[in-house]
């Protein structure tokens, strides 16, 4: 039998908020970086990121669709259960974004909305 691992809705709507938020970033930096042929690492680079946060949404999507929710007796917090693969598959997804944000960041440019 797979283990299944609790996660708080909240921090799933705060990962969300964050791909959304990158998202948007990576948008207008694609803008400029896509008018220039020296910043093909750049571009690439933006590009890895966009489609990981896009998995990202598409794996929580799948998961948001049939959700197993629980409640703690207190009422405060709702928690999702997940699947130990689906749990692995997010773990390397924002392991990923953060090695791209990181690499995007020791080139100056910055991901955070203005």
Excluded: G, H
């Excluded at 799933?12 to 400029?32: G, H, P, R, T």
């Excluded at 093909?40 to 998995?55: E, M, V």
């Excluded at 749990?87 to 991901?111: P, T, V």
Aim: aromatic letters at 8%; proline letters at 1%; a negative charge.
């Amino acid at each position: 039998m797979a283990k299944k691992y609790a996660v708080t809705v909240d921090s799933i709507f705060d990962i969300l908020s964050e791909v959304e938020n990158q998202a948007a970033c990576i948008k207008e930096l694609l803008s400029y970086t896509l008018a220039s042929a020296e910043k093909d690492y750049i571009t690439n680079s933006l590009c890895q990121l966009f489609c990981i946060n896009k998995n990202i949404v598409n794996l929580i999507d799948r998961v948001v669709e049939a959700p197993d929710v629980s409640q703690e007796k207190d009422e405060s917090e709702v928690e999702m259960v997940l699947e130990e693969a689906t749990l692995n598959a997010l773990e390397i997804l924002m392991i990923s974004r953060f090695y791209w944000a990181s690499e995007l960041k020791k080139l100056n440019y910055s991901l955070l909305a203005n």
